[in-house]
């Protein structure tokens, strides 16, 4: 029998390893422990608005090399819509201003050259300190090394980098900012824009997998959750997933792809994570629909950045510990004020909502949480982990599960061969 590889969660980081695996021609068998595919990244259909929306916002950039390859192996390509140009819309709830940051080949020149080119109140000098992420120690936090008393930090990195690590500036390790400065922004304007799904998550990322894995003859086990692996000196040798054994024969592999702490409970010895960070999203169905998906960066109060897809508006809060613990109601009139202050909506009332928490949205991304990151290879020789959390030089991004499901499938085929 030709060698199998059975992968444990059908998130995007399992997702991204079996269709890379079955691309290489290898027998794959994913398992999934809840009733649908995707984790954190999926849509699904809320009987508040008679709507599908997504669980969270996610906004990737045209640079995102594993992104844009996962989509095209997938045939969904076509499916994220965005700005033509670079450019980042933020808004000040406190002061009410307005701009925009363009980050296209010109950037620097016409932020060190002209006020007009910067973000408001930041000075020429404050955009050099963006080289020093390149040389960053790595018990260096973000806003050691950007901040924390300049406008520019304020208004746009601090932002940026707590949507990119969910961690506050004051404890996110800054050396996970530079390699998506080098793999983007260093790339020039074409690997900066900004990206959103057209319809939802699911229907960019998920659902087109799915039918591929179908295609190819794979049935995704859904309810069906990884109870033990049974080993054998340097090796899985099978899986009790529920009530039933699976045996991994000589050969097979066997992929790891579900959350730090779920990974840690079954892998003997495995050091990974074990702080996480919260997200809070919220959904509110408005009046009118928009003619096109939008985005915005919001400054000054509790939401991060706020997305309109036809006639829903959701906003997400990261690094949000503290708001996670408050009730619904409370969230919802807080992030409904501002969101209704952002779309110029004056005082209307609070409309149809839904408030999402994760409180164990990702790891908390600190220096002293990055050292605990393990590779894909474990001390068993025929097992292997993927997942946001695992040591792919990323932060904990889309971009960052989609690379760790194929490294680790990489690092498979490097082993049939």
Excluded at 17 to 38: I, T
Aim: hydrophobic letters at 45%; proline letters at 5%; a negative charge.
């Amino acid at each position: 029998m030709a060698p199998r590889t059975h992968i444990i969660g059908a998130g995007l980081a399992g997702l991204s390893a079996a269709v890379n695996l079955l691309k290489a021609g290898r027998d794959v068998s994913l398992y999934e422990a809840a009733g649908h595919a995707g984790g954190r990244c999926r849509s699904y259909h809320d009987a508040t608005f008679d709507r599908r929306i997504d669980n969270g916002n996610h906004l990737v950039l045209s640079g995102n090399l594993a992104v844009m390859d996962y989509l095209r192996d997938i045939g969904a390509s076509d499916s994220l819509t965005g700005p033509s140009n670079p450019e980042f819309p933020f808004f000040d709830l406190a002061s009410a201003e307005r701009w925009t940051v363009v980050l296209d080949a010109g950037f620097l020149p016409r932020a060190m050259l002209s006020k007009a080119g910067r973000v408001p109140g930041a000075g020429r000098w404050d955009y050099l300190k963006a080289f020093r992420l390149a040389r960053v120690g790595k018990e260096t936090t973000v806003a050691q090394c950007l901040g924390p008393d300049n406008a520019l930090y304020r208004r746009f990195w601090e932002p940026l980098a707590v949507a990119v690590l969910n961690t506050d500036g004051d404890e996110a390790a800054a050396t996970l900012l530079w390699p998506v400065i080098r793999e983007t922004f260093a790339r020039g304007g074409s690997a900066c824009r900004p990206m959103v799904a057209k319809e939802g998550l699911s229907e960019s990322f998920v659902d087109p997998a799915l039918a591929v894995l179908k295609e190819q003859g794979v049935e995704v086990s859904f309810n069906c959750r990884l109870r033990e692996l049974t080993m054998d000196a340097d090796r899985v040798t099978a899986l009790t997933l529920g009530k039933d054994t699976v045996n991994v024969d000589d050969g097979d592999s066997v992929i790891l792809a579900v959350p730090a702490n779920a990974a840690a409970g079954l892998a003997p010895g495995l050091i990974a994570p074990d702080q996480f960070r919260a997200i809070v999203n919220g959904h509110f169905l408005l009046d009118q629909k928009a003619e096109d998906s939008s985005f915005l960066g919001l400054i000054g109060g509790v939401a991060d950045w706020l997305f309109v897809r036809g006639d829903i508006a959701s906003v997400t809060v990261s690094a949000a510990d503290d708001l996670a613990e408050q009730s619904a109601e409370s969230i919802a009139e807080k992030l409904w004020g501002e969101v209704a202050k952002a779309l110029d909506l004056g005082d209307a009332p609070l409309p149809a909502c839904r408030i999402v928490k994760e409180k164990r949205a990702t790891f908390a991304q600190t220096p002293d949480q990055i050292r605990r990151r393990p590779p894909a290879r474990t001390a068993l020789n025929n097992l292997f982990l993927a997942g946001d959390w695992t040591d792919t030089g990323l932060p904990a991004t889309i971009e960052g599960t989609l690379r760790s499901g194929l490294t680790a499938s990489e690092a498979i085929l490097l082993d049939l061969n």
